[in-house]
Nanobody
Framework: QVQLVESGGGLVQAGGSLRLSCTASVGTFSGYVMGWFRQAPGQERELVAMNPWIGDPTYYPDSVKGRFTSSRDNARKMTYLQMNSLKPEDTAVYYC???????????????WGQGTQVTVSS
């Protein structure tokens, strides 16, 4: 059983930064593809970063490319999402997810954290 716990959400002004962390309780963390998703009220859950195995490039959609950076620390079994130049439209619940394939769809991920709220004020 894999457990994921996010932290680091909060309220920030537009243009500010936040860093989210995700801690995994898992045997072999390095074998998982890690993703960050977000879901705003009334909207679909969308991928904002997909961090595959060490050495493979991280994927970002155009909506966050150049502003968000995801990284992972296999030794600590953690993944991070650094969010810069935040915009009000980035307001959402952010989720950490783990899967076995480098997918971009919600259904590609088997395990999910409980989510952390990020609110960006204008």
């Amino acid at each position: 059983q894999v457990q994921l716990v996010e932290s680091g959400g909060g309220l920030v002004q537009a243009g500010g930064s936040l860093r989210l962390s995700c801690t995994a309780s898992v045997g072999t963390f390095s074998g998982y593809v890690m993703g960050w998703f977000r879901q705003a009220p009334g909207q679909e859950r969308e991928l904002v970063a997909m961090n595959p195995w060490i050495g493979d490039p991280t994927y970002y959609p155009d909506s966050v490319k150049g502003r968000f950076t995801s990284s992972r620390d296999n030794a600590r079994k953690m993944t991070y999402l650094q969010m810069n130049s935040l915009k009000p439209e980035d307001t959402a619940v952010y989720y950490c997810a783990a899967g076995w394939v480098p997918g971009r769809r919600r259904e590609d991920y088997r395990y999910w954290g409980q989510g952390t709220q990020v609110t960006v004020s204008s």
